[in-house]
């Protein structure tokens, strides 16, 4: 049976997520940071490194828990990537605005304001003393007015100032800053409630693991189970070998039809039952429904650390997104 699962978007406490919390959260990381890649994207190495592709885009990801309050974002710089070699780091300067060449020299020159004639000072040297280069009229150089202006070595244009570009340092082509790639980095560091909602979940983790064992099982925490189109992390996986027994074991804050839909799927390629818990307490309607359809067991982690089969349901999803970081923290046990 070749089983395929449907796009995942989660609540974000897959164990990707917690995997990767984990990381920033025992200092093993001090923030997730962006790099430029070869091909002038943005990645961030950590993230990438810890999340599986079923927990979609890490950019996403990121923002979904800086949304929830769980990460904060901090604007780190601009970049500028080159829309030729895709190399970053480009170089500001400035260049000819007739040619576009950066081999311009800004020189004093003379103002003839009769006429309008601007030149260098040896245009209005003459033999017999000064004289306008355009006008002819005698001048004193001395007191003609002094302009600064640019001039383009390379097609010999005057101009008032340069037009700012941007150098390539690997292919040394030059751009109209608007015609680079540009990115703004952020770095995403952990929130004291991003703390609190990560040990919930591992918390909770830990409540599912020990009930189990109590009852014969054998189980391993943030594994993997193989499915036909490849592996499929999961929060935990416990077996017992005399009855020939599996249970597959999720964790999230407040449920919904993704996170049970996506537990289904796996447990029924592991041929195991699915058990999800719930740290918040709550579930949508339509996962409360779903895990009744796919006999998958809901149960509630409490304050005290332990598990219950009573939880509440939110009418929609949306309720969960207008939850107020508040409720969320009151949500969170220590």
């Not at 943030?222 to 074991?249: C, K, P």
């Not at 592991?270 to 009744?292: C, F, I």
């Not at 809901?298 to 409720?327: I, K, W």
């Amino acid at each position: 049976m070749n089983i395929m699962l449907a796009t995942e978007r989660s609540t974000m406490a897959t164990p990707g997520i917690l995997r990767l919390l984990q990381t920033i959260a025992d200092g093993s990381v001090e923030r997730f940071s962006p790099s430029i890649t070869d091909d002038g994207g943005v990645n961030y190495p950590t993230v990438e490194r810890e999340l599986p592709p079923s927990d979609g885009d890490p950019v996403e990801a990121l923002e979904r828990l800086a949304e929830m309050g769980v990460l904060f974002r901090e604007f780190q710089e601009k970049a500028y990537v080159c829309p030729e070699c895709r190399a970053d780091g480009m170089r500001y300067t400035t260049v000819c605005a007739d040619c576009g060449s950066e081999h311009t020299i800004e020189r004093q020159q003379r103002e003839h304001p009769p006429c309008g004639v601007i030149a260098p000072d040896a245009e209005f040297q003459t033999e017999n003393g000064g004289a306008c280069p355009h006008c002819d009229q005698g001048v004193a150089i001395e007191d003609l007015p002094v302009v600064h202006q640019h001039v383009c070595q390379t097609c010999g244009s005057y101009a008032d100032g340069t037009v700012g570009a941007l150098r390539c340092r690997e292919c040394a082509a030059v751009f109209d800053p608007q015609n680079a790639i540009e990115w703004v980095l952020y770095g995403y560091g952990i929130e004291e409630y991003g703390h609190q909602w990560l040990t919930t979940q591992l918390n909770a983790r830990a409540a599912l693991q020990s009930m189990l064992a109590d009852r014969g099982f054998e189980v391993d925490i943030d594994t993997a189970v193989r499915m036909d189109d490849g592996d499929r992390d999961v929060h935990l996986y416990a077996t017992e070998e005399l009855l020939d027994d599996r249970v597959i074991g999720a964790v999230h804050d407040r449920p919904d039809e993704t996170d049970v839909d996506r537990l289904h799927r796996i447990a029924s390629a592991a041929n195991a039952r699915g058990v999800l818990a719930t740290t918040s307490g709550s579930v949508t309607e339509r996962a409360d429904a779903l895990a009744q359809e796919y006999d998958i067991k809901l149960l509630r982690y409490t304050q005290e650390g332990t598990l219950a089969p009573d939880y509440t349901t939110d009418c929609e999803q949306a309720d969960r997104s207008r939850s107020s970081v508040f409720e969320r923290l009151t949500a969170s046990f220590r």
